[in-house]
């Protein structure tokens, strides 16, 4: 054998082990397409388990992808069959990537699905671009006592605490022509819907480091007057700013801002009538109330019977105040009742049993008290905590004697009774079903057997009378609904509005207006025939084509 031989026999197993290894690059290793293969198994068992939070699901997967991107980032520093110097380059470049990435960028907010707004840091949120209401006031006459009270929109979800406006009627159907657009304005960060009267909107904003109680003029949208006092909530999954919506009644202003500043306003003026610090009351601080109540005080005061009635909660440990009452005219405390940490849904007067009473969503019961004294008359147990599986949704009334709640994370929706015999009062369970009206930022309206809401974001109808459900349809996102005579209003999460009339199958979508742009969490508001909606930076109001009696 010659030496050209010896040297081409040397050579070709050389050439066929290099392309036998390129042949096994190009095919995926078995423990990659195990992993692989349990990543989208987890991906799609928490997309689709029943019951599940799709926002919890999407924080698992992006959890699984993370591990997954890790495990393939550690597989080509070790095992690749890249040269020493790429796989040199890997190991150091990504993790630096990844400290510039974080260096440069921040995550401001998340949406209702927990999906991520990333922002350059540093970088002032509209509120902060904003100039100081004070500065932005034209002169006018307020007057906040009630003319029309069937008009009104006096507190958090209107006159009876129910989204649903039965007093009027649509002249024509909702369409590009007779939907009209009356202004818009910019307005400051928060998730306040507005207390409406005479024509007059109130709403809570946050501008700077400032927190506002505000009154705009609905004829034009000119801000009549302000207050405003030096306090800011912020939290990246809670957003900036108050969430309370102020309430209007006797011609005065009462506004629970985020941090517990409770206050009346005179209505003509704004001036302060007198104050409290709730935080101070239960002896707490901002600092301290975060790891009892993380996303801010959201809860309406409710007024009744001469009295204004908020929820009260307690400092990490307790004790716990459920509930408590302030003479509307003076300030001075009435009562305090309940020993249930607070939650997120506001106090509402229902008749159950043929009696008036005030029935309140705690963090892990629902409650009935006496109006006059607060005192606990029944509790029914509704599990939850203020700083995870929150209670947000209002308790609705759906009989004589029969209460229906709803929230997210999982939990569903339920209906009890509550009855009363010879003085002591009791609930009951009627049935309760994960699987229906996850209502997690949002409220319910009931019609006849029906209701109607947003669960983990898909518009709902259910039974009142079995929880079954009777159709679920059209994403809306974490939105609000309101109902004006039959048709349904959606105000999506990403801002649209959409007008909808359901049937016994689903919805008939009978307009889209391109209302507002970004996260919306704010309830619409409805006087007379103008609708207002509002996010953290605009406020637009509507003029549609119905009638009021």
């Known amino acids: 054998m010659n030496e050209s031989q010896e040297s081409s026999q040397q050579f070709e197993p050389a050439a066929a082990n290099a392309h036998r290894r390129e042949q096994r690059a190009l095919i995926l290793p078995r423990w990659f397409v195990i992993v692989l293969g349990m990543t989208i198994l987890c991906i799609s068992v928490s997309q689709w388990s029943v019951p599940s939070d ?31 110097r790429v796989r040199l380059g890997v190991l150091i470049g990504m993790p630096l990537l990844a400290g510039i990435g974080s260096l440069l960028f921040e995550i401001t907010a998340v949406s209702g699905l927990m999906l991520p707004t990333i922002q350059l840091r540093g970088t002032k949120s509209a509120d902060e671009n904003l100039v ?8 006018g006459t307020v007057d906040l006592l009630a003319v029309n009270r069937k008009l009104d929109y006096p507190r958090f979800l209107g006159r009876t605490g129910h989204p649903h406006v039965t007093n009027a009627s649509w002249t024509a159907e909702p369409n590009v022509e007779n939907v009209k657009l009356l202004w ?47 306090q800011r909530h912020a939290t990246v999954l809670g957003g900036v700013g108050p969430r309370a919506t102020p309430t209007i009644a006797g011609g005065r202003v009462f506004s629970v801002g985020a941090t517990g500043h409770f206050v009346c306003l005179a209505g003509d003026s704004g001036d302060v009538l007198w104050e409290k610090d709730l935080l101070d009351m239960i002896g707490s601080t901002p600092e301290k109330e975060k790891e009892v109540l993380a996303w801010g005080r959201s809860t309406s005061a409710l007024a ?41 849904a506001s106090p509402i007067v ?12 705690n963090e892990s019961t629902v409650s009935g008290h006496e109006i006059e004294t607060g005192k606990v008359l029944w509790e029914h147990a509704w599990p939850g905590s203020s700083t995870a599986e929150a209670s947000n ?39 309760e ?116 009696e």
């Not at 924080?59 to 890249?82: E, T």
């Not at 302030?326 to 405390?333: I, L, P, S």
């Not at 229902?350 to 969503?361: A, Y």
């Open 433 to 548: 079903n994960a699987r229906v009206l996850k209502t997690k930022f949002t409220n319910i309206v009931a019609v006849d057997d029906l209701v109607y809401g947003l669960s983990d974001g898909i518009l709902e109808c259910a039974r009142i009378s079995t929880g079954e459900r009777v159709w679920k349809k059209g994403r809306f996102n974490h939105g609000q609904i309101l109902m004006i005579d039959d048709i349904i209003v959606v105000q999506d999460e990403d801002g649209p509005l959409h007008f909808l009339r359901p049937h016994e199958t689903g919805f008939d979508k009978l307009l889209t207006v391109e209302a507002l742009d970004g996260i919306s969490w704010a309830n619409p508001a409805v006087y007379d025939n103008k609708l207002i909606v509002r996010n953290a930076t605009t406020v637009v109001c509507y003029e549609l084509p119905i009638t009021r």
């Open 132 to 139: 100081q209401a004070s500065s932005q006031v034209e002169s």
């Open 54 to 84: 799709r926002a919890m699901a999407n924080v698992l997967s992006g959890f699984v992808l993370m591990i997954l991107g890790f495990v393939l980032y550690v597989r080509f520093v070790i095992f690749s069959c890249a040269s020493g």
């Open 393 to 431: 949704s209002q308790a609705v009334p759906v009989g004589d004697d029969r209460v229906w709640i709803s929230k997210g994370y999982g939990t569903g929706a339920a209906l009890f009774s509550v009855s009363e015999t010879d003085g002591e009062w009791s609930t009951a369970r009627i049935w």
């Open 350 to 361: 229902m008749t159950l049993g043929g009696q008036r009473l005030i029935v309140s969503v």
């Open 304 to 344: 009744v019977d001469g009295l204004v009635v908020v929820p009260l909660g307690g400092a990490p440990g307790g004790p716990f105040h459920s509930l408590v009452a302030f003479d509307q005219e003076t300030g001075e405390q009435r009562w305090r009742a309940g020993d249930v940490q607070m939650s997120y």
């Open 184 to 230: 818009k304005r910019d307005i400051g960060a928060g998730w306040s819907s507005f207390a409406i009267v005479n024509g007059f909107a109130v709403t809570c904003e946050q501008r700077g480091e400032q927190e506002v109680v505000s009154c705009y003029d609905l004829h034009g949208g000119a801000l009549r007057w302000a207050y405003a006092v030096q």
